[in-house]
């Protein structure tokens, strides 16, 4: 049997997750600053306060909406050779196609410019990305090489699926994939 405290929680379980799943669209689609805590709190149908109630913040619903959401996993795993043509190929596809991966990095891109999220987003990407890169790769001066990495990935798909630089559209892309690739591979072989 149900009882009354079992149903708030549920509730309330339920509220969050309407929260952070209509935070994440938002946060994906216009980055920290343009999405307003009323137009996220209308898309999961609650009260603006609730917010407060459950993360305390704007700030704090954004780290707990994107945040866990960034990581480079699906890129290390594979043959350490083939990285450049694994990553120039999965950021190409999601850029024309997609919804996968893309959003959380887009939430990252749109949202650095916020003064109240920059330093979030710095460490989140330094933390969940930069480092586990940077570990993979080893040898020399692998930090700063996962970080070059990591800075031609987030500008390629900046320039491709915010800004739509034509010479980057879909209608390149064996070429655009190829040379990314050897670019990434430089980094990866240290060669650059």
């Given amino acids: 049997m149900m009882t009354a405290i079992n149903e708030q929680k549920r509730n309330a ?4 997750k309407a929260i952070l799943d209509a935070a994440r669209r938002a946060f994906k689609e216009k980055g920290f600053d343009a999405a307003g805590l009323r137009e996220i709190t209308a898309a999961a149908g609650v009260n603006a306060a609730l917010v407060n109630r459950y993360f305390g913040s704007k700030e704090n619903l954004f780290e707990e909406a994107i945040v866990p959401e960034l990581n480079i996993d699906t890129l290390l795993d594979g043959d350490r050779s083939t990285f450049g ?12 196609e997609g919804e996968e991966m893309g959003p959380t ?3 990252f891109v749109r949202s650095a410019g ?3 999220v920059r330093d979030l987003v710095s460490r989140a990407i330094h933390r969940q990305v930069v480092l586990p890169l940077a570990v ?9 090489r996962a970080a070059l990495i990591v800075a031609h990935m987030t500008g390629f798909d900046t320039l491709r699926r915010v800004v739509g630089i034509d010479s980057l559209s879909q209608e390149h892309e064996e070429a655009i994939v190829d040379r990314f690739a050897r670019v990434l591979q430089g980094y990866v072989d240290d060669e650059l």
Avoid: I, Y
């Fill in 13 to 16: 379980a339920t509220t969050r």
């Fill in 85 to 96: 043509e694994r990553a120039a190929a999965h950021f190409a596809e999601f850029a024309h």
């Fill in 105 to 107: 990095l887009l939430a």
């Fill in 114 to 116: 916020s003064l109240d």
């Fill in 136 to 144: 993979w790769l080893g040898g020399k001066d692998a930090e700063q």
